[in-house]
């Protein structure tokens, strides 16, 4: 699903078969979830394949591993030319791109001294389609920032999204929005979200969220259109109230919400984009 014979991917300084690649089974990562990792997407452009924003993308994948005590001896103009290099050598444009920063054999409960480095592509549509969401209120809350480093994008962290969007899938729900420890709106499993009244739009302040990038994209666009963006505490009946909603990140891009908890949004227009 993720590859096939012909897929080339970056391992420690070499390009490999995804088919061929190893790893080994006692590292950290898989036991612990100890690891970062990113999610970027690249696109066919009159001038040839672009990723977009690969330069946030990497500063955030080092500051990740930096935030982790995580060692990673990449810069971030070595991590884009591998990538571009997978994504040619894979023969691939419009691409879902894994970069994943993973640890070696430590059955112990500290930091690692070696890790790897994969750098891998695939084709994936829009992670949650292109129809407006139904959403719910998700009974687990995002990681209190105080046990973790939730603006980092660790793979642990994961298992939170994995058991909202199960959760939210099990209610018949499209999607979960997960609340902070202080019971205000945070995020979706694997996106940030936007609420709109009387069109100016209002998006949790981070603190409890990962800064997505393409959040931070939404807010520079919002600037040069002269629409205001507040960066604040949302209450879940301010949400639910709300004239119109929108969740947005790499994999889902931008995506309308047409109703929370089976309450239809004022005015569900058609917010969903590819930025
Ligand atoms: N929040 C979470 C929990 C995510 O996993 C993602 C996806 N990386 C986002 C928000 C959106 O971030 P970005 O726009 O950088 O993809």
């Given at each position: 699903m993720y590859y096939n014979?012909?897929?080339?991917?970056?391992?420690?300084?070499?390009?490999?078969?995804?088919?061929?690649?190893?790893?080994?089974?006692?590292?950290?990562?898989?036991?612990?979830g100890y690891g970062v990792f990113e999610g970027i997407r690249s696109y066919k452009t009159v001038n040839g394949t672009k990723i977009f924003k690969v330069t946030e993308h990497y500063e955030r994948l080092r500051h990740s591993a930096s935030l982790m005590g995580i060692p990673l001896h990449y810069s971030v103009k070595e991590l884009t030319q591998i990538t571009y290099q997978v994504l040619e050598k894979s023969k691939q444009s419009e691409a879902y791109i894994r970069p994943l920063v993973f640890c070696s054999p430590n059955?112990?409960?500290?930091?690692?001294?070696?890790?790897?480095?994969?750098?891998?592509?695939?084709?994936?549509?829009?992670?949650?389609?292109d129809n407006n969401l139904r959403v719910c209120i998700s009974s687990y809350e995002r990681p209190n920032p105080k046990s973790v480093k939730i603006e980092a994008k660790v793979c642990g962290h994961y298992v939170n999204s994995i058991l909202a969007s199960t959760e939210a899938r099990q209610r018949g729900y499209d999607e979960g929005v997960l609340l902070d420890m202080n019971g205000n709106i945070a995020e979706c499993p694997g996106s940030n979200i936007f609420v709109e009244r009387?069109?100016?739009?209002?998006?949790?302040?981070?603190?409890?969220?990962?800064?997505?990038?393409?959040?931070?994209?939404?807010?520079?666009?919002?600037?040069?259109?002269?629409?205001?963006?507040?960066?604040?505490?949302?209450?879940?009946?301010?949400?639910?109230?709300?004239?119109?909603?929108?969740?947005?990140?790499?994999?889902?891009?931008?995506?309308?919400?047409?109703?929370?908890?089976?309450?239809?949004?004022?005015?569900p227009s058609d917010h969903s984009a590819s930025l």
């Open positions: 014979d012909n897929t080339i991917l970056f391992l420690d300084g070499q390009f490999l078969k995804a088919k061929d690649a190893k790893m080994d089974l006692f590292g950290q990562t898989l036991h612990f059955m112990t409960l500290t930091s690692p001294k070696e890790v790897s480095l994969m750098i891998t592509a695939w084709e994936w549509d829009r992670y949650l389609g009387d069109g100016v739009l209002y998006t949790p302040a981070v603190g409890s969220i990962l800064p997505g990038i393409t959040r931070q994209t939404v807010i520079d666009i919002c600037k040069e259109l002269d629409i205001t963006v507040k960066e604040r505490a949302i209450k879940p009946e301010e949400f639910i109230e709300a004239d119109s909603a929108f969740i947005c990140g790499t994999a889902a891009e931008v995506l309308g919400i047409e109703s929370v908890e089976g309450t239809q949004m004022k005015k």
